[in-house]
Structure formats: C-alpha cells, structure tokens
C-alpha cells in the first residue's frame, strides 16, 4: 500500500508518497515525527480532485524512490512545531531550537536578515557610510540605564557593557569617519520592563557636517529601500509634528496617526467653570473633550466604560467624566459640573448631539493630555472590536517625525531634572542663546532641544539628535544643569576640544521595527535565542552559578 | 599677503589659499591646528611649476572667499595626526579620536567596512545565507577558553560572554536555518597572549545537509568576491594538504607556501647513526634538513647562527647542529655525530656541495617538524633581509586549506587530552568506526577529524569542521573521551536529539584577516576602538572600580 508523509524544511512542506515497493525496502515504521531525512524521487502532479489548494506546494508530490534516515529524533518531543501559538512561551523558548521550525519564525528570522542587508546597502552602498564595530566592554556611561558590569582580573575593577555606542559614534565624528553606521549590540539591565531584552539591536548612525533635515532625509530613504513590501511601496517624506501639537491632539508623544478622535481643546469653552484639581496651578489648566457620535456610540461594548475609568484612576492631577448626551443634557450631570453656560458652549464647539459619547478629562496640561491620549487608544480598540471604524492597517504608513522636544525634563518620581535625550543634545538654535545665558532653572524646561523621534503607526521606533559640538557647551550642560558627574566623560569631553565637527544622529531600534514589520506580538517573536521576560535565558538556564575558581580569577565574592 | 592651509577630512587634503583681502575679513592668527573649518572658493589650478605631484590633490588649490570657524581645537594637542607611526602607541589609544585621523587608520576602516560588506553581498544575496544574531549573554562553555562572567540581580547567578556563537549555530541548524551566517561578536579573557583583545570578531558560518567540499566551495567564493584588490583578483580554487603533509614538509600547521626551503626528511639516510635525545621513542624519530646553497649561504647576516641557536634551545625533545659544507665535511664534525656512511648518504640525498649551510634536527617528529619549521622561518627572514631571495608580497594568493586534522591531542603542558578544534567536530568519515568503537585512549590520537583550516601567507585566517550531529556520538565524545561535565551542555544535547540535519562550518578571524589584507602591524589597526596589550582602554581607563550601590544590585563583593 502507498504511503504518504510529510517533508519539512525552512522553507515550507512538500508530500512525500512511499509507493508499496519501495516501503518494503525503506521502513518508516517506528520513526520519530521530525527525524531528518533525505529521499531521492520524482516530482509529480496530485492525481485529479486531491490537489490542496492551501499549500504553496499543494498541487504536486514526490514519488519517492529512495529514502535514508540522516538521523533520528527522539519521540514525544516536548512542543509541537505547528503548534506553536499554543505551547506556553516559556516551554518554547526552553525548547527554541524545536520551535524554530515554525512558519512563523522562520519567516520572521529570514525578513529580519533581508531588511537589515537592504538598510546596509542604502547606506554604504548609496550613501558611502563606513561600518564601524565598537567596543562593548567600556566604562559606565553616567546618568543613563542600569548597565551590566564585567569583572576584570584587576581587583575591583569592572568593565560596563555599552547602553549604546553613542559616545562612540560621537569620537569617530571626531576621527573624521564622518558618516558612520553600526548595526550595535546595546545592552540594558532592565528586566523588569516589559518587551525590553538585556541585549537588544539598534541601527546606529552618527554624521558630521549635518543638520536635523540631512538626518531626516537619511532616515526616509533608508526605511522607503529597506521597506520589504513590494507591492505596498513607500512613497514621499513623512510629515513632521511638533511635541507640542502632538499632545494638544493626540495626547501622546508617539501619536498613532491612523485615525482621527483627537482631542478637542476646551478650555476656552469651559473657562474656570470647572474644579481645578488640587495641586494644579490655573496656568497649567486645561479641558479636552472627545466624542463618539451617535451611531457608534450605540453599538460600544458595556466594558469600555470600566476600562476608562481605569485609565483615569491611574492618572494623577486630572480628573475624567464619560457622558452619553441626552435631549436634556444642558441640566443633567455634567451641565451640574460645567454650569450651563459652559454646557452650551461646549455643546456648541463639539455639535454634539443625543446619544453622542463625550469624554471629557481636565486637569494638568501634560497628566490630561496623556490621559486624554490613552483614552483615545483604548476608545478605537473597542470602536475596532465592534467593527465601527475601519481597522488599522499594521502596515500603514503612517510615519511621522516629532520634533522639538524640550531639552530638559522633571523626573515624575524623583522631581530632578534630566536630559529628555541625552545629555548630548543640542539645543535648538533658537533657544541656544537661552541656554548658554542660563542662571536659575526657572525657564530651564522650555528650552528646546534638536531632538526628533520617529513614530510609526502610534509606536517609536527610532530617536536622534544634533549633538553639542562644543566642549564648553557640554560642559556646562552637564556640570550646571544636570549636575552629573562627568569624570566618566573625561574622553568626550577631550575629544570636542580637538577639533569636533558639528554632528548628529539617529538610531532605530531594530527589534521592535522588525517585530512590527513582522505583525509579531512580541519583539521575542524576531529575536532567535531571546531572554524570558525576567532576562533569564530558559534554553540555557542561564545566569547559573559560577566556580571558585572563577570568582578567584576576577577578585569577587558572592553576597545573598 | 596670499595665506595658504591645509584643509584635512576623512578623504584626504587639498591646499587652501587665502587671498590677501579675504584673510583681512577672517583671521586665522591665533587659531589652533585640527580646527574645523569650513571654506567656501573656487578650486582652481595651482601655478605654473606649484603642483604637487606626490599628493593627489597636488595640482589644484582652493581660492578661499568665506570661512567659518565651526570649532576651534585646543592647542597643543597630544598628538600629531601625521606622526601616527611616531608616538608610542599608548598615547595614540589614549587619544583615538585625534589618531583616527591619520591616512592609514581611514584607510584600515574604510576598507574593513567594505570588505565585510561584500562578504555579506556574497553570502546573502548570491547564496541565500540568513544572518542572525545570536546572544552574547549566555552560559558558560566547558573546555574552552577562559570566558567573562557578568553577575545578574540574582544573588551567585551569572551569566558568560560567549567565546563564540558555536552552540547557537548549531541550534540554529536544527532549527532549520539551513544556511546562517553572522558578523560575530566574540568575547575571550586572555589579555595574556599578544595581538588578542577581549572582544573580537569572526564571520561565523553554519550549514545543513554540507559536506567539508560545499564548505570549502562557499568559503573560497566568499574570500573571492569580497577580496579588495581588482587589479589582483583571486582566481581558481585555494590548494589543500594534509596536517602531515603540512608537518612534514613545512614543520608547521598554518604553512607559507609562499616559497620553498622545504624541510627534507633524512631519516633514511641516517638510519641509527645518530643519539635518540632522552625521552624519545625510536618508532617517533625523525631527522630533517633544510639547506640554504653556497650563493646565499656566503651573505648571510653572522646573527643568523645565533637566532637559530635561540629557536632550537626552546624546542624540547630534539637537537639541532648548523654546519657550512667544507670539502672534507665528511670527515669533519658532522660525519662524527653520524658516522661516514650516513653523512655520504645525506649528502647525495641533499645533493650538498662546497659551501652549502646544512641546517640540521633530529628528535621527537612533532617538535623536530616544529622546530625546523621555525629554523626555516627564520632563515628566510634573513635572506630576505639581504635580499638574496624574491621579498615576500604580502598579498600573495597563497591560500591554502591544512585538512586531516587529529581528533584529538595530548596538552603539551597538562598531559589531559583535548580537542584539536572543539568537542562538536565530527571524526572523518574513514575513522568514524575507531571512534565509534573505542575502548581505550591507546589509538584516540591517531583518529582524524573532519576539521579544516585555512592558511593565508603562512597565517591562519580561519577554521572549521562538519560537527556531530548524532547525540549518542556527542554524549560519548563529552563523557567517555574527554571527560567534560557536560550539564552545560544539555540544551545541545537536547537539540541533537529533537531531529538534528547532518551540518558544518566556519569562521573567518575578520580582525586578522582585514590587518593583513590592509598590511598592518597589529589587529589594533584595524580596530576602530581597541583595547591595549593588557586588556585595558587607554581612552576610557575601563575597567574602573564601581559604586557600592552597584555592587549590591549584583550582589557581589570585591575580594584584593
């Protein structure tokens, strides 16, 4: 009797059929799912009515002739390769040479390798850029992340694994590798943040003599090569938005422009009509409304309400309401809230009309802009969920720059200040005179930096700025603003005093740009051998403990 | 009065000439060398009798009309940009960003960048090679060589960085990423031995369902299209010979091939005649020669007889004698260490004549191959010297594969038997039986593998092999031959169970391989960023002590 099985390899499947003769001689009985083999056969078309239309491969067979085992798997492997969206992650990644195998993966794996090699030849073959691999081993880059240590045999003594090869980038501007590129192992000892790995891949560029519109036009043209969608071109610049507007209307520094619902600014409508929550100054004041008409506001899921008064509960300094509009709403509720006047003109700014769903937040400027923003998202995923709006394309190409970030930020937690960047960005030419004239931080965090972020489809993918070209400059930023102790500097800062051409850059992290490429749920989806989400590796089971010996050899004891 | 400077970029320089009414707009007195300047004029033909033919800019000039000051340069700076080849070396790493400057190092990166750029044009886009990459944090690797450990946030847990991405590859293969390569990160803790640093880099290569001659095929085309100098392509395929033939007639694994003086095996001619040194078994006797003729013999440098002496007192297990032919010599000092007999018999093998320097070893075959290897080494070297001889070029085509390497050797210092490459390497196919069948450690040393290495110029540039892919063999090579705890291994051994492809591959040492295709001193010339000797970085001072709040989020105390 025929037999038929199936052939895998990583570029997909084809059907394999044993006929009796040669199943006499060549036994697949007792052999293991996933063994290796190779055959030796013809090629045939599928007799009339069993073609599979589903399979790229569908419409042939191999008639086999000849077959040998290569090597055998043992039985009962732990994960099932098709079953790959069903396994717990955890047993995959223990098992990831096994999980591997899957479509997905292998598509995921094959794209990454093709969209890096087309952004290299974009750039060393259009643009004449220089690949430069820096050190990894180096010393501790103040005021950033957490970065791992690595034990010298010098007592005491530890080298940092690079956050980014920034201060390098920076140096070779100074040698005269004036258009560098490094596809850059970075590493960050984050692992409590989720969708972060302890080494992850930025495509890192640094050029001389540039100015944000050179990075800018660098960076399009580098995404429109590398873009792996053929059929789906990207065409033209992409537009830019200032932070600013970006929070005014989309409540968020990575605006998702695939859709409208921006927020509607209110304040002048609402006046001081409203409670200024406590510990919000009247000039930092403001009212954003959004609204769901009618028709969709209708057909929301019950859930959606809970879910946003989810998102306000967590947001500090404003406060949120959601009302449905009602014939006689001007003396309802909010009308109670805002006084009638206000009502009215609200009413009238928004044309709202009975059954519309307005949200409505307040509070200060910055907390209400990113609540407004949240409740934007999560109010198109259930428009989304109901069919009521048309659904995000993940392959729109909705890129945009923001630009003109302040250069200096409050830490939420701590209240000091810090670079919004880097402490290596420039400040924007019309707010340089501001800065080197600076005296107290009063008006320190309205100085705008050259920093631009891209954004693609609501997610940042990609950060750059002009950098301080001079030493003076920098030193002051870091010494008078930040007030970082820049001994760890002593290199950079030496390096713009011999001669540092004005430069600036880009980098893009790789992992989550493929990933969204790849419509991955995860950067772990894009990444052969990730670490678990703890930053333990569970194919390895590393870290592990080491030997005496070792400790010996690098001068360390071990504390619990 | 016209001014003339020099303008300098990454690309070269051109000559600048500031006339008289322009220089009195923009002063260049007082300004420091290295400054950045930019300069808008007219390129203009020097005058009559001006040109610069030694330079390629020499013929034109740049009539200035507006220069700006972009940033000035400190004065004094430590190093001259010119006088690269000059300052001691650790000054020059203290202060990379200024000697990157110079010609040679712009060209060593420049060209490293390209060359690795057109190996990966050959394996991705010519024969469909996936790159990936592979983690850094990992675990430790028994048997190789010393790795860096990273401590995690879990108290005694760390992490090592890889020595290279060998075990990953090999997942990847079962994985069916059939064809893999990467531009490799690779960490190694030997600051002890020289041209090393801590952190290198390979083109690491890995392939399924191969053989040693697709191997070969890939790598040879690989070093073809990438090869950098068009009026000297590569043509045909590299040469082979085996590791005894490379002994035998060489006296050294990695063989320059790029001239004679071969070593002659007289160990017939010589018979018994002459002392075993202690400790050798007569079954492992050897005798060679190597003889420079009268012509050359006659110019030698009188150092040369020492340097010889030198090599021959460090080679343990053998002897060695020097002798000019004189027309009685064989009743001289030579026919009394072997007898008249042998001494006619060496001399109508060697066909010796009046005046010939008869170089001359006897002992143990491996150290006697090796020694007289390195007498023949250094009697090229000076006959080079006096140009007695063709002057090595140091872009010879002489690639030559060594194959048939032993599975394994005894350490020359521990007695322990290792790996001749690593513990995945495959036995050849003639002596898998032995290997299969073992019993005891009597025959091991004389089973080959199927490992390869490529020489360059008497260099090895790279090395690689067809691995075990059955886990019966590999758990019996880890446990019964070489007696490696393996739990560090049971992710590998796990894969080669769970239907593993038979696979091989390579690594090209690219640091290595690019200082000499760019004729450089050290690998530290083709490192934008290296580490000096012992393992520091003059530029940063990493490694450096660090904080205590470090310390405890690792958990780690230091020991002096």
Redesign the interface.
């Known amino acids: 009797m025929n037999k038929f099985f199936t052939l ?3 570029y997909g499947t084809v059907q394999a059929l044993l006929p009796d003769n040669v199943s006499q001689r060549f036994s697949l009985d007792g052999l ?1 799912f ?3 083999l ?1 055959v030796r056969g013809t090629v045939q078309r599928r007799p009339e009515g069993q073609a599979n239309k589903a399979v790229p491969t569908g419409e042939i067979e191999i008639h086999v002739s000849e077959l040998e085992v ?5 039985k009962r ?1 732990p994960i099932n390769v098709k079953d790959h969206n069903r396994a717990k992650e955890n047993l995959r990644l223990e ?7 899957n479509r997905d ?2 598509h995921n ?2 794209l990454r ?2 969209v ?2 087309k952004m ?2 974009c750039m ?2 259009d643009y004449g ?12 880059t103040p005021g950033g992340a ?1 970065e ?14 690079v956050q980014s090869p920034q201060q ?1 980038k920076q ?2 501007m ?5 258009r560098y590129f490094q ?1 850059a ?1 970075c ?1 960050r ?1 984050e ?1 409590t943040r989720p969708d972060r790995q ?2 992850f ?1 930025q495509l890192d560029i640094e050029m001389s ?1 540039t100015d944000r519109e050179k990075v800018i036009e660098l960076i399009e043209q580098v995404l429109r090569k590398s873009w792996p969608y053929r059929d789906n071109p990207i065409s033209g610049s992409f537009p830019r938005m200032t932070l600013a507007d970006a929070m005014e209307r989309f409540g968020s520094d990575k605006p998702d422009t695939r859709f409208g619902y921006e927020l509607q600014n209110l304040s002048a409508a609402i006046g001081t009509q409203i409670t200024v929550p406590a510990g919000v100054r009247q000039q930092d004041f403001r009212t954003y409304g959004i609204v769901i008409r009618a028709a969709e506001a209708r057909k929301l899921p019950t859930g959606l309400k809970k879910t946003l008064e989810e998102i306000a509960k967590k947001s500090n300094f404003c406060k949120f309401t959601q009302s449905k509009i009602t014939p006689d709403w001007t003396t309802g509720p909010i009308a109670r809230l805002l006084g009638q006047e206000a009502a009215e003109a609200l009413s009238a700014q928004l044309s709202l009309q009975t059954d519309d769903l307005l949200l409505l937040g307040w509070g200060k400027q910055s907390y209400v802009q990113n609540m407004m923003g949240r409740i934007r998202l999560a109010a198109y995923d259930a428009l989304e969920e109901r069919e009521l709006v048309p659904k995000r394309q993940s392959h729109a190409h909705n890129f945009l720059w923001v630009v003109d970030f302040p250069m200096f930020s409050e830490n939420e937690e701590t209240g000091q200040i810090e670079s919004t960047h880097h402490p290596f960005t420039a400040p924007h030419p019309d707010d340089a005179a501001a800065l080197t004239g600076f005296s107290s931080l009063e008006n320190i965090y309205t100085i705008r930096s050259q920093a631009y972020d891209l954004v693609w489809n609501g997610v940042e993918i990609g950060g750059g700025s002009i950098r301080i ?2 030493s003076q400059l920098q030193r002051m930023v870091l010494q008078d603003v930040l007030r970082i102790e820049h001994a ?1 500097l002593h ?1 950079l800062l ?9 430069h600036g850059g880009f980098a893009i992290g790789l992992d989550r740009y493929v990933a969204l490429l790849c419509n991955a749920a995860s950067i772990r989806e894009v ?3 990730p ?1 678990s989400l703890d ?1 333990k ?1 569970p ?8 030997s005496e010996e ?2 010996r ?8």
Do not use: W
């Not at 194919?539 to 080491?546: D, N």
């Open positions: 895998r390899d990583g293991a996933e063994s290796i190779r290569l090597n055998q798997a043992k492997l098992h990831r040479y096994i999980d591997l195998r993966l292998q794996l094959r390798s093709q890096i090699m290299r030849e060393i073959n850029f220089v690949e430069v691999e820096t050190p990894t081993l180096f010393r501790r957490q791992f240590v690595v034990p010298s045999r010098k007592a005491g003594h530890f080298y940092s694994l390098f140096m070779l100074v040698g005269a590798i004036d596809i192992r590493y000892d692992s302890p080494e891949t003599f070209h001079n760890h290199h030496d390096a713009l005093d011999s001669g540092a051409p004005p990444i052969a051998f670490k930053g590796d194919l390895s089971k590393a870290p592990v403990p080491i070792e400790k050899i690098y001068h360390i004891q071990v504390v619990e």
